[in-house]
């Protein structure tokens, strides 16, 4: 996110509202001398430190173009609106290479799924330890994260195993949470998001990111507690700001938290090997 924004911006492309971790592209450009015929061929923008990936999309909702960076997979994301040339919009990609190659050189690390790697659970880091004769695939046992099996699955079966326990225990917050705010939504999803902690709709329904589930407890109560309060404020009003400061006080300690390692875990597992 933006650290000029709130972390919740109004999405107004749909109903409903969002916590994000976005950033925005600055004004001055620093243009590539690659043909634009190229990128468009290899999927791929020529920067000082080698290619990154060039993701392609078209959005009927989009007014404008577009550029943004991967949070998992380490490249850029171009939306064109439905009528916008592909052309152009490559040319704005190409004459912005220079903010890519920043915007990369800033990205904090990604959480790494592989053996001997630290993966946050609860804000606590776990080593991961692969344990080949063991059974269970993955689980949990004096502090490290145990994954059994052909070491050539590792990757996997901690993602699944993240997103499992991400959906368990936020699950389980949400519904504590409920029940003492009176704050109740007709239906909780948690699912992988790519930019987005939660959000919540008009009909009531609550999304959450199973990546949540990595940052310290605080600040999923935060999240949480901010889109419940979106059930009664479906707005960035004060009257839903003053809600939210009731319900989490230590809100801009975890706006900080989440502004500053955010990313790392919005990208987590990009990049992994089994080792």
Known sequence: MSPSRRPDERN????????????????????????????????????PDGPVGVRLRRSDRARRISLRLDPRGGGVVLTLPATTRLETGVAMLRDHAGWVQRQLE???????????APVPIDGEPHLIRHD??????AWLEEGELRVSGDLAFLQRRVSDFMRQIGAQ???????????????SPRRV?????????????????VMLSWRLVMAPTMVQEYVILHELAHLRH?????????????LTPYRRKAENWL??????????GAGSESK
């Open 12 to 47: 107004g492309a749909r109903p409903g509202t969002a916590l994000s971790q976005r950033e925005a592209i600055p004004s001055i450009p620093s243009p590539s001398s690659q043909s634009i015929a190229d990128i468009v061929a290899t999927k791929q923008l020529m920067l």
């Open 106 to 116: 800033r990205t904090a690390a990604p959480v790494r799924f592989e053996v001997g």
């Open 132 to 137: 080949p004769e063991g059974r269970g695939g």
């Open 169 to 183: 225990r936020l699950s389980l917050r949400l519904g504590e949470h409920a029940v003492r705010t009176g704050l």
């Open 189 to 205: 999803a948690i699912r992988d998001t790519s930019s987005r902690w939660g959000s919540c709709s008009a009909d009531g329904r």
């Open 234 to 246: 479906l707005n960035h009003s004060q009257a839903f700001w003053t809600l939210v400061d009731t």
């Open 259 to 268: 502004r500053a390692h955010g990313p790392s875990l919005m990208r987590a």
